[in-house]
């Protein structure tokens, strides 16, 4: 079946550093790729997606790769501010005929402090 | 537009008790999905509807059961709670494209 592997968090980083998170996937065929973020207290917002290899989606300085060699989509961001502090979530859709579901991987928790 | 509503925000049930959940998607969507979200599980879908129908299932026993309205509004139901259902359930909606909307989730304890 379809998984989605994120690394453990949670990542503690200072404002105005750079940010890595993996995200690495295991799929049948060409899955849609999204990142979502929640933060405190509310639902989930996409932040990115990718429908095909090789694609980058990219919103608010966030950025993530398709890379199909890899099965990998990391999200990146040059510069974190405190207000990125949140959890986020790698996805990916595998539309099934008509009907679709989203794979979630366990979320990773940012920390940004001043 | 307004966005993905779910209602009510918080609940507070016993085991035994059983609880309905309702969500009313954005404008136009006529596909809902609801996922449930628990520290130790993460988000795990539990079903998809698409215009009345049920199109899709995640691995949920037979106690979670849901249903969707020509308004396209969905109702998820939990029968005989146990304490491990208690998480945020989310909903979320989808259009004619890619994006899922998730709503801001209803936190279910059962005490």
């Known amino acids: 079946g379809n998984s989605v592997t994120q690394m453990e968090g949670p990542v503690t980083l200072s404002e105005e550093a750079f940010l890595t998170i993996n995200c690495t996937y295991t799929?049948?065929?060409?899955?849609?790729l999204f990142w979502y973020v929640q933060y405190p207290g509310e639902g989930l917002q996409l932040l990115l997606k990718a429908t095909k290899a090789d694609d980058k989606g990219s919103n608010k300085g966030f950025e993530a790769t398709y890379r199909k060699e890899t099965t990998s989509f990391h999200l990146e961001k040059g510069s974190v501010q405190v207000s990125d502090s949140a959890v986020y979530f790698c996805a990916l859709r595998q539309d099934t005929g008509t009907a679709s579901k989203l794979t979630f991987g366990t979320g990773t928790r940012l920390q940004v402090t001043l | 537009k307004a966005g993905v509503t779910q209602t009510p925000r918080y609940l507070i049930k016993t085991r035994g008790q059983q609880v309905t959940l309702s969500c009313s998607p954005i404008?136009?969507?006529?596909?809902v999905s609801w996922y449930q979200q628990t520290p130790g599980q993460g988000l795990q879908f539990l079903f998809e509807?698409?215009?009345?129908?049920?199109?899709n299932k995640g691995n949920f026993p037979g106690r979670f059961s849901g249903r969707q309205f020509s308004n396209s509004r969905s109702e998820m139901n939990v029968s005989t709670l146990e304490l491990g259902d208690s998480a945020l359930y989310l909903c979320?909606?989808?259009?004619?494209?890619?994006?899922?909307?998730f709503g801001p989730g209803t936190r279910l304890t059962v005490l």
């Open positions: 404008s136009g969507h006529r596909s």
């Open positions: 979320a909606s989808r259009g004619q494209g890619d994006e899922q909307f």
């Open positions: 509807y698409f215009s009345e129908t049920q199109r």
């Open positions: 799929a049948t065929g060409y899955p849609s």
